[in-house]
């Protein structure tokens, strides 16, 4: 047994040889001692053991040095199994008492997760990792391999920092993950109810048609059944009288009776002939039966049935830039949050820049021209445009107001006063009520007519979820988007839900800005993306963050085939551009 504290002869000195050369069955006598890695180091490996980042607070120690003072050290790892004199001696002491004395339970062993060895150097721990090439290794891959590598860190030093990277990259996905799940369970959740409601309604429906059947089928067998025996009545009488004429005739040709009788019985006859005759009146008169059916249930068919599953495949499709329009006029940043031009026309497009206070009115020479405003707007709207002049309505949120603006040379404030409107976002004119759909209230939000004298009309619909933006198809469909429910809805003016479904995208922002063409598509953009949905639910993708736009609110042009997007730029972008495409 070797007995720690022997003290080496000079002969076992002499023979100590490079250990890392001695892995790679290279025999280099040893020039010096790493006391950090406790490992003998050749010349070369001595010489550049510290250059390495990793390395440079390692203490080396010349060899003649631990000579001349006569204590070679010893690795670390040959001392693991070595016991000492005192140990021996203390353990066969002890003996006697381990024979009665019950033995401490064993200390349970770390559970291994992972193998912590070099794959390359099997007795050596992985310490280092390596940004550069994306491994960890020991400490003889570092020296040999990954010594020039940049990026060496101890993974003691780093450990810290990047467990908290990990983690809130974990956490990030968790969210995501969780969210699936939570869409998936109010998907089964709303599913459910949407299932018993209707199937309710369905069973209700079906109960009030078979009575609605059962007493008209009722009513209408009686009807006939009265017809027939009334008719069947007259056909019995009339089968009588043919009975008699017929013998009165029969008798008239009777040549067994003699011409005297025949000529009484003739005269006395046509008398009672023409009573008969009398009573036979309105024969083109008598009642008819034709049996008619109106329903008064309007019968259900597949269009009233809506059971829309949205999960396709995105597909993709180039939208065709017209026109970049520099609208920054001396900003830095801008957000665009709605766009308005007469109906049927093309120019002038107005936008307002909710982050600036103002109005910024295109024409059809492309060139901005700015109004400021002495609150921050929101939506805007044309009331009416004849002949470069004409009426428009803009909300002020945070103001709780509704401003009615004259265009024309100038803007100036409109004949009519300002409405009060708890908190106006979204806004449209529907012109053939001659109303205003408002959309108030940010955060439980209602969708409103109100007149242009400021009369409250009739709230369409109600919500508890915000809506901010809306807008007006050809049909006169409302279509509105919710960026805290993720969704897009459209209904007509009676708060009826004509299409519901959720807008679905990676970085879960969205949808803003809402549009539609004459095709019914609907157009909505999200997070620096624009998308496009047809109205049989196919999606493309029509702006991406490739694309470099930043798209915020959107207006189809009714006049042409054009699509209006206004940007929301933050003050490290370089450029404040209206977009015109082409559909």
């Known amino acids: 047994m070797e007995v720690a504290g022997r003290k080496e002869s000079s ?3 002499v ?7 001695q892995d790679e069955n290279v025999l280099h006598e040893a020039y010096g001692y790493c006391k950090t890695c406790g490992e003998y180091l050749c010349d070369a490996c001595y010489k550049y053991h510290r250059r ?6 390692h203490v080396l120690v010349e060899y003649k040095t631990i000579m001349s003072k006569d204590r070679a050290p010893t690795p670390p790892d040959s001392d693991k199994h070595k016991v000492s004199d005192d140990q021996v001696l203390q353990q066969g002491e002890n003996n006697d008492k381990c024979k009665t004395k019950k033995a401490p339970p064993p200390v349970p062993k770390r559970r291994t997760v992972c193998n912590t060895k070099c794959s390359v150097h099997p007795s050596e721990d992985l310490k280092y990792h390596c940004k550069t090439h994306k491994i960890i290794v020991c400490s003889e891959c570092a020296l040999k391999e990954h010594r020039q590598c940049d990026e060496l860190d101890n993974i003691h030093d780093i450990y810290d920092s990047e467990s908290k990277r990990i983690v809130s990259k974990i956490k990030y996905v968790e969210d995501k993950a969780a969210y699936i799940i939570k869409q998936e369970t109010n998907a089964n959740e709303g599913a459910d109810v949407s299932y018993e409601e209707v199937l309710s309604q369905i069973r209700l429906d079906r109960e009030q048609v078979n009575n609605y059947f059962d007493e008209t089928e009722k009513s209408l067998n009686n009807e006939v059944y009265r017809f027939r025996e009334e ?14 004429l017929k013998k009165k005739k029969d008798l008239i040709r009777d040549t067994n009776v003699s011409e005297i009788e025949r000529y009484i019985s003739m005269t006395e006859g046509e008398c009672e002939v023409d009573n008969i005759n009398r009573d036979l009146k309105g024969v083109f008169g008598l009642p008819r039966l034709r049996v008619s059916y109106k329903s008064q249930y309007q019968m259900l068919d597949s269009g009233n049935l809506v059971a829309e599953k949205h999960q396709r495949e995105i597909g993709r499709r180039k939208l065709k830039l017209q026109k970049k329009i520099n609208i920054a006029g001396g900003k830095q940043s801008c957000a665009i949050t709605d766009i308005a031009t007469p109906s ?20 059809d020479e492309y060139s901005p021209i700015y109004h400021q405003l002495q609150w921050r707007p929101w939506g805007i709207t044309f009331i009416s445009y004849i002949s470069q002049n004409g009426e428009i309505a803009i909300t002020f949120p945070q103001e709780n107001r509704i401003s009615l603006l004259t ?3 100038n ?3 409109s004949k009519r006063s300002c409405i009060k409107v708890k908190s106006p976002a979204g806004i449209r004119y529907h012109k053939s009520e001659n109303v205003m759909i408002v959309v108030t209230d940010f955060i439980n939000a209602s969708i409103q007519c109100w007149s242009l004298n400021g009369h409250l009309v009739r709230t369409i619909a109600s919500f508890d979820y915000n809506i901010d933006r809306i807008n007006l198809t050809n049909d006169d469909q409302i279509i509105f988007v919710s960026h805290t429910k993720h969704c897009i809805q459209s209904c007509d003016m009676s708060g009826k839900v004509l299409r519901y479904f959720p807008y679905i995208d990676d970085s879960m922002c969205g949808p803003y800005g809402i549009a539609s063409d ?3 598509t609907i157009y909505v953009c999200g997070f620096k993306c624009l998308r496009g949905v047809s109205r049989e639910g196919e999606w493309n993708e029509l702006l991406t963050r490739d694309d470099g736009f930043e798209p915020q609110s959107l207006l189809v042009s009714n006049g042409s085939d054009r699509l209006y997007v206004g940007q929301t730029r933050k003050s490290w972008s370089a450029d404040n551009e209206f977009l015109i495409f082409e559909l």
């Open 15 to 21: 023979k100590q040889k490079c250990q890392p050369c």
């Open 344 to 363: 049927n026309e093309t120019f002038p497009v107005i936008l307002v820049d909710c982050v600036n206070q103002r109005l910024i009115i295109i024409s």
């Open 518 to 520: 004459q095709s019914q």
């Open 407 to 409: 265009i024309g040379k």
């Open 411 to 413: 803007i100036s404030e």
């Open 231 to 244: 008719s069947e009545n007259r056909q019995t009488e009339m089968l009588d009288i043919c009975q008699k």
């Open 11 to 13: 002969e076992d000195k």
């Open 52 to 57: 390495p980042k990793p390395f440079k607070d």
